[in-house]
T-cell receptor, first 112, second 113 residues
């Protein structure tokens, strides 16, 4: 298993502002991931964050909107920029350990 | 992106009943993972399957990796109220950059005490 923490756990933000979500894991991992889960939906991969390299974004997600940092092997941040109500979702970080992936508790974002 | 076909979409059962849900895909996966998500929480890994035909148990949960590698099922026996939640299957291919998970849409389970 894995211990993954995220901050904040939830937030309500104004349209046009930005929010940075932090993810801390309990041991060093090469691969970390950021997912979005829109209300009532499944999980969609935003990007893969490897330490020491640029994040790799999935189709439909761009760096200007979702900049990611990965300063070391136990920490990553995701910023949701210039938010709109459509960005209201749960944002989850995840790590890969062997063939298994584990998820953090999520950050529930509401944009008004 | 691609999604797995997960069914049923939702289930309403009585406490003590057994539950079965499954996922199918048009393409092959090397690993199948089953997760449970409680309201307000992240998905928790329940069972991981690595070989075609593999049958694995975790308490009252049993999951199987289909022989064709295109499907998997999860059974829950003697359900209890705390089994309530959304269950997701996820498939993963192996090798190179094929580490990404493809998720099903989830099965919402409600257990009536």
């Amino acid at each position: 298993s894995a211990v993954i923490s995220q901050k904040p756990s939830r937030d309500i933000c104004q349209r046009g502002t930005s929010l940075t979500i932090q993810c801390q894991v309990d041991s060093q991992v090469t691969m970390m991931f950021w997912y979005r889960q829109q209300p009532g939906q499944s999980l969609t991969l935003i990007a893969t964050a490897n330490q020491g390299s640029e994040a790799t974004y999935e189709s439909g997600f761009v760096i200007d909107k979702f900049p990611i940092s990965r300063p070391n092997l136990t920490f990553s941040t995701l910023t949701v920029s210039n938010m709109s109500p459509e960005d209201s979702s749960i944002y989850l970080c995840s790590l890969k350990r062997g063939d298994e992936q584990y998820f953090g508790p999520g950050t529930r974002l509401t944009v008004t | 992106g691609q999604q797995l076909n997960q069914s049923p979409q939702s289930m309403f059962i009585q406490e003590g009943e057994d539950v079965s849900m499954n996922c199918t895909s048009s393409s092959i996966f090397n690993t199948w993972l089953w997760y449970k998500q409680d309201p307000g929480e992240g998905p928790v890994l329940l069972i991981a399957l690595y070989k075609a035909g593999e049958l694995t148990s975790n308490g009252r949960l049993t999951a199987q990796f289909g022989i064709t590698r295109k499907d998997s099922f999860l059974n829950i026996s003697a359900s209890i109220p705390s089994d309530v939640g959304i269950y997701f299957c996820a498939g993963q291919r192996r090798g190179g950059s094929n580490y990404k998970l493809t998720f099903g849409k989830g099965t919402l389970l409600t257990v009536n005490p």
